[in-house]
């Protein structure tokens, strides 16, 4: 008995500080966000302890569902253009040869290591209608007054790109790593050419990488509120600044946390999709 | 996947270009820390000024020790309760065993926003203010379960009788932890304290509603600063962290090599 | 309870149950200080069980364990007087030759000057001198067996439990192993259990082997009479090659039966049986004749179907007219019977083994469990009637 006493205390010290950790600040506060989002606003922040879905009915309006349009939108073109961008970079770094690999890998590693905030106030740097781009296209004698760079629709775009373009290429280029040469050789030996081996073995192959960066890369771009602000200076609303704004100025919880609830429903159907082709462990 | 094909020319062109748009803004942050003029526009001469003017700078000192304190804590923090609840999940098995697995996803992967505003409405709720440690807790949060998750792969592959030898030789659980498991799980244990370090050194949306007015970190301080001008101590703070960073980088980097070099069967 | 001095283990109808499962049964076993005991049998067997059960790993589902007349069960397995060598070796792989050798005395906290000495006088003993620096993923599988041997020993263990230790080695050096270890055990008089599924590793190491089937000890011997005396049918040909043959008491003539077989009739020397008794006989392919005239009182034939070439013998497959097959072991210097032949099968009546038929082993377990718990009846009065 004593034994077994004893040896069951070991499961309590080691799981149970994670897991009451989990219940304190991740089931509980999500919890909450749920339950606010049934309440009522208090225009001075909080809530009333009223029952109400007022929030999710002014959701349908159309000065919501444009904000979502635009979200989404942006979401879908930074998507593609990292998946553009990021499948050809990918291919590159896993066919290189073993000597340089490591080095570009960690050259890929290295901008996480940075806050993206110093990263994004580098591109505010080069944009700025007084900044390095339009200064260069000026003393180049092609433009005569400073192009709007910054603060534009186009600038966070780039911002987006920039900042998750790392994410979409790592699991791209794990599934290219993981692809068994021997499949490829004898794709080539059952004559295959350079672009049906491509089309037909190795695109196929690698589509859980595709699918596992393209979400990596879709639901952050939905709540990266900050690059909207640093580079489109807040002209047009996006999802994650309507969030933001919630709580920070506008003071509507339950709208806020309504966002949110949507957020949270876009990333399930798009996990939902993702692990028909891949597991859960290619995303880390 | 290795090929010893050489690469075509257009190839090499294309991945440096990819690596330009990388590095170029950070390229720009640093040049702009040497340069004379307050207003990051034009590089107009190279001076250190910066360098010595942003000691003075109360407000951007205090986010730069904010900023420290809160990722070295919150590793330390998420990296001993990860592994410890790997090692745990790898070891026994129990009802809740995958409701606990589960829920470990669920600050991977659901949007950072979300967690930040329920953390938000969690402290407003309880009438805590925010300070250092809401905003600690918040990183020890979202880094944890990519700590669990990076030791668990280590361990998985594990001989159990490795252990069970040190305990058949007269070490008892704790000895053997120490002494056995956590040696041997220590290349992943390091992995994972890297990203969760990396997690909390990266990280803007979370801190944006987690920290509070005297905690302010760099990268929220930027935030406040963009649109009345940054002035230039900013940037050589960066830079400063950012030669940090590489050579933290750099470091472990060789350090797991060296480890797993050594435990290569 | 008894407590027999020279018994070092103990088990006491030691049951092990996973999932709803018996993986050993009602196992009795008494290890004597200083032998070489053998676990044998096929995997799954419940040896391996049997050996966790005894370093501690795992508890008896019931039935106790007694070391040194004391009973374990509480024991875990830092606090037991015995060490195991795994069957994978388990070396720590982050520590060299010399820290792995080293672990269990700095876990006693011995002095360091002693830890240096007794780790030089064990890498010595063992004979990996020059290797102690030497981590384990740089040392072959051979080194790594005797660290892992010589990591167990320093304890000074009253027991050594050695799980399949050289299943992982080629035949060689397998060879070579067992005698070091039966040599080691020997110089060291430290008891050894031994578990194995090589009956061959079995026969030449141990001092007794225990052989167990489907979680239950169907004999415990010596090689001699575990290989020369089976006792069951399935030791018969689990341990050695072994032909056997139902057969069905015809005639008792003192201790000369005249059996009757599907095949033919023959006779075999044994006492003790009656007339009109169902019996297995064993019979060692280098106890098996083959003659093409009528040996007298044998009337067994077959056709010679194959030669097996095995080195120092020829195994001749014989296939009878009811269609068993028999291997006989013939030196290459005997007449010589090309593939086809019709031949007479005999042998030397005292070389024939009688395994007890299935349902006389049945009867005997009963038995023996009957008088274990009448004894205990009889133990468990008298004590209450001297208390009255």
Known sequence: ?284 | MSSKKRQSPFAVVYACLVYIFLYLPIAVVIAFSFNTSKMNIVFEGFTFDWYVSMWSNTLLMDAFKNTIIVALTSTLLSTILGTLCAVGLNRFEFKLKGLISASLYIPIVIPELVFAIAMLILFSSLGITMNIATLIISHVTFSMPFVVITVRSRIAGFDRSIEEAARDLGANEFRTFFRVTLPMIMPGVLSGAMLALTLSLDDVVVSFFTAGVDSQILPLRILSMVKKGISPDVNALSTLLIIGSVLLLTGTTLIQRKLERDDAV | MSNNKDVIVRLIDVEKEFDGVKVVKKLNLEVREGEFLTLLGPSGCGKTTTLRMIAGFSHATSGEIELEGKNVADLKPNERDVNTVFQNYALFPHMNVEDNIAFGLVEKRVPKAEIKERVAEMIKLVQLEGMEKRKPAQMSGGQKQRVAIARALINRPKVLLLDEPLGALDLKLRKQMQLELKHLQQKLGITFIYVTHDQEEALTMSDRIAVMNDGVMEQIGTPDEVYNHPKTKFVASFVGESNILESYVEAVRGDLLRISLEAGKAVLHAPGFKKEEMIYICVRPENLQLSQTPIEHFSIRGRIIEHIFAGSVIKTVVELINGQRLRVARHPGEEELEVGTYVYVFWNPKKAIIVHTVEEQIYNIIEQNSNRMYKEFVEKYSATTEEV
């Open chain 1, 1 to 284: 008995m004593r034994n077994r006493l004893r040896s069951s205390m070991a499961p309590i010290t080691m799981i149970g500080p994670t897991t009451l950790w989990l219940i304190l600040f991740l089931m509980i506060p999500l919890a909450l966000v749920i339950g606010i989002s049934f309440l009522t606003r208090n225009g001075f922040g909080g809530v009333l302890m009223i029952p109400s879905i007022d929030a999710y009915k002014e959701l349908v309006s159309t000065e919501y569902l444009k904000v979502f349009a635009s979200s989404f939108q942006l979401a879908f073109l930074t998507t593609i253009i990292c998946l553009v961008v990021g499948y050809p970079f990918a291919y590159i770094i896993a066919n290189s040869s073993e000597r340089v690999k490591p080095f570009l890998v960690l050259l890929l590693m290295l901008p996480f290591w940075i806050n993206s905030m110093i990263r994004i106030y580098g591109w505010n740097t080069i944009l700025r209608s007084s900044g390095m781009v339009n200064n260069a296209l000026i003393s180049l004698g092609i433009i005569k007054f400073p192009l709007e760079l910054l603060y534009t629709d186009g600038a966070v775009l780039l911002g987006m790109v920039y900042d998750l373009l790392p994410f979409t290429v790592l699991p791209i280029y794990t599934s290219i790593e993981k692809l068994d040469p021997s499949l490829l050789e004898a794709a080539s030996d059952l004559g295959a050419g350079k672009v049906h081996k491509f089309v037909r073995v190795i695109l196929p192959l690698t589509m859980p990488g595709v699918f596992a960066g393209s979400i990596q890369t879709f639901i952050p771009s939905l709540g990266l509120f900050y690059i909207a602000d640093m580079m489109g200076g807040a002209k047009t609303m996006y999802i994650g600044n309507l969030i933001k704004n919630q709580f920070m100025s506008a003071r509507n919880w339950p709208m806020g946390a309504a966002l949110a609830i949507v957020l949270i429903a876009v990333t399930l159907v798009l996990m939902k999709l993702y692990t028909r082709v891949g597991s859960l462990d290619d995303m880390v």
